[in-house]
């Protein structure tokens, strides 16, 4: 089993940033991939942007040249560096990952809620 532990939402003005953090621990063999997804009231899940085992990416048109993934592998971890923040970001942000250690398992995160005002 993985677990994927969130961190870094809150409340932030328009125009401000955050950073969102997610480790991944337990029995991890090799992470194929890390990445985002949001959720807001109403609306569907959608992926905000996702770290290959490369280094490349993939993002959102809607946050291209807003945000920012990265990933460091020694510690498990990826984050998501969200800058000029718009009140249409607000959302609970969900950290994913697809692990395999005998196979491939996709595990999710909790959740973490971040707020824009405007």
């Known amino acids: 089993q993985v677990q994927l532990v969130e961190s870094g939402g809150g409340l932030v003005q328009a125009g401000g940033s955050l950073r969102l953090s997610c480790a991944a621990s337990?029995?991890?063999?090799?992470?194929?991939?890390m990445g985002w997804h949001r959720q807001a009231p109403g609306k569907q899940r959608e992926l905000v942007a996702v770290?290959?085992?490369?280094?490349?990416?993939n993002y959102a048109d809607s946050v291209k040249g807003r945000f920012t993934i990265s990933r460091d592998n020694a510690k498990n971890t990826v984050y998501l560096q969200m800058n000029s923040l718009k009140p249409e970001d607000t959302a609970v942000y969900v950290c994913d990952a697809r692990v395999t250690t005998l196979y491939e398992t996709h595990y999710w995160g909790q959740g973490t809620q971040v707020t824009v005002s405007s």
């Open positions: 770290i290959i085992s490369d280094g490349s990416t």
């Open positions: 337990g029995s991890i063999g090799r992470i194929n991939t």
